[in-house]
């Protein structure tokens, strides 16, 4: 079993940066691709970022390419997620994803003021 536990997420205002973290409890964290996704009020959650196990590629949703970096520490069992040039409409309840073992984290919530 594998346990995901986001933090990082904030209020902050259009322009500014977080970054956010997923630490991932077990072993096997080395060998999952790790994903960022987001939820706002009345939409469905929507892919943000991904990496890669084997060689740390990435990928990212056109709405966040150039504002977003997504990392990982396998030592830390922990993958990142540095926001910046945030807009009102990154506002959502972040969540982390573990592949292909589909496990959740339960979200971390970023406000942005406008």
């Known amino acids: 079993q594998v346990q995901l536990v986001e933090s990082g997420g904030g209020l902050v205002q259009a322009g500014g940066s977080l970054r956010l973290s997923c630490a991932a409890s077990g072993r096997t964290f080395s060998r999952y691709d790790m994903g960022w996704y987001r939820q706002a009020p009345g939409k469905e959650r929507e892919f943000v970022a991904a990496?890669?196990?084997?060689?740390?590629?990435?990928v990212y949703a056109h709405s966040v390419k150039g504002r977003f970096t997504i990392s990982r520490d396998n030592a830390k069992n922990t993958v990142y997620l540095q926001m910046n040039s945030l807009k009102p409409e990154d506002a959502a309840i972040y969540y982390c994803h573990a592949d292909p073992v589909d496990y959740w984290g339960r979200g971390t919530l970023v406000t942005v003021s406008s």
């Open positions: 990496i890669s196990w084997t060689d740390s590629s990435t």
